[in-house]
């Protein structure tokens, strides 16, 4: 039997976000109702909000989500009811060309629920990155489930699902930071935090924070950033060098997504160092560089997506060591709120007052 639960929804292009009743139905073949938990409140859910990402209007928003397994359709194995879960935008298919070459991470053909969630009137809603989770219930592809030791808490794991994974995973699976190494990261909100504590987490050895906000530079120190650099008073090139014995560092993180800032990644690295792009650039956004320097500063340029992470590979063992206090990833929930204050969590974002504000149910 189809259920009905609240769901906070997107009715229209910068019409403010509502809650209302939604209707799950039940799983079907490879699918999962899961109870969700917690959720957190991410900036891709506003550019949903604004029409930025599709006009696939209503939205269903939401997509950092914990919860706990309430149903399974036919042929599921991986998980069953009862487990606790971290739900993932990416589940991977195991046939495409990524898949089949055993790079799983970069599935070219990932999947979501087929059955479509809804309003009472019948009208489809459009689950945020496949996912819907700001509401009591959603309906998703099994393997977008991954289970964790559920004596974490809910809000806590949740934060896996997207921007902290992103980050996380741009220090350790794309950027590869080792141990010795020198990073920096350029722009400390959730994404570029994350970033500094998978560097740190990695034994990277000087950690590089750079930001146009005090406030930001102040709270990266505390994920593991041992040097801050205010990139609006000082060059960053210029100070990320010179706290690198004039060379740069070996893995320069870009979590903003512009091109002056990527310009900046790109020659604040050492020789034969390394780019990552975890930042998302919008569609007009040119990147101009001398080819020269291209290659004569050698290395790699990459660009992480989602972290490069493999949800059955990381989320648990990322849970693991923040449960065994490795991995502060509770300070990146700066508050906790209910379902009907997105709205405002929307607004503190956008003043950059908080990491991570937590939808909790
Ligand atoms: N690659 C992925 O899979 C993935 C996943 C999630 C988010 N992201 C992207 O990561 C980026 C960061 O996300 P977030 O949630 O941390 O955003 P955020 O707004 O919380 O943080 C951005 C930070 O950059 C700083 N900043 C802005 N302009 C700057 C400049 N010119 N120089 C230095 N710092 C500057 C801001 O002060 C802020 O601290 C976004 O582009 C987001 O879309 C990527
Ligand atoms: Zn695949
Ligand atoms: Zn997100």
């Known amino acids: 039997m189809a259920q009905e639960v ?7 292009k910068d019409e403010p976000v509502r809650v209302e009743t939604i209707v799950v139905p039940d799983p079907g073949p490879g699918e999962a109702v899961v109870r969700v938990q917690a959720c957190g409140v991410c900036h891709t859910d506003l550019h949903y909000k604004q029409g930025g990402i599709s006009d696939d209007f209503p939205f269903l928003l939401g997509h950092e989500a914990a919860g706990v397994v ?18 993932n935008w990416r589940a991977v298919c195991g046939n495409c060309r990524a898949c089949l070459r055993g790079r799983p991470w970069y599935c070219f053909d990932t999947h979501n629920a087929k059955q479509k969630m809804t309003l009472t009137d019948g009208t489809e809603l459009s689950p945020a990155l496949g996912i819907g989770a700001f509401a009591e219930k959603t309906l998703v592809a099994a393997g977008q489930c991954t289970k ?11 934060l896996l699902g997207c921007g902290v994974m992103a980050g996380l995973g741009a220090a350790i699976n794309t950027g590869d930071v080792g141990r010795g190494d020198s990073v920096a990261v350029i722009g400390c909100g959730g994404v570029g935090d994350a970033a500094i504590a998978g560097a740190t987490l990695a034994g990277a050895a000087k950690i ?7 406030r930001k530079l102040a709270k990266a120190r505390t994920l593991g950033a041992t040097h801050t650099v205010n990139s609006k008073e000082t060059d960053p090139v210029e100070a990320v060098r010179e706290l690198t014995g004039g060379f740069g560092a070996d893995v320069v993180i870009e979590a903003v997504g512009r091109p002056d800032t990527y310009q900046q990644a790109f020659y604040a690295r050492d ?15 040119k990147l101009e560089l ?30 693991d060591l923040h449960l065994q206090g490795r991995l502060p990833l509770d ?8 379902l009907d204050e997105v709205e405002k969590a929307f607004e503190r974002m956008h003043h950059g007052d908080v ?3 937590v939808v909790v149910l």
Do not use: H, Q
Not at 70 to 87: I, K, Q, W
Not at 331 to 338: D, G
């Open 6 to 12: 609240r769901g906070v929804i997107a009715p229209g």
């Open 70 to 87: 309430e149903s399974v359709g036919a042929g599921v194995t991986d998980v069953a009811p009862g487990d606790f879960v971290v739900l």
């Open 148 to 158: 964790v030791d559920p004596a974490v808490s809910p809000a806590v794991a949740g």
């Open 208 to 214: 590089i924070a750079v930001d146009i906000d005090d």
């Open 271 to 285: 020789l034969a160092g390394t780019v990552v792009l975890v930042g998302v650039p919008t569609p007009e956004m």
């Open 290 to 319: 001398p080819l020269l320097d291209v290659f004569g500063r050698g290395g790699a340029l990459k660009s992480s997506w989602y972290g490069d992470c493999l949800p059955s590979r990381d989320f648990p063992v990322l849970i």
């Open 331 to 338: 300070a990146f929930v700066t508050e906790t709120v209910r």
């Open 355 to 357: 990491l991570r504000s």
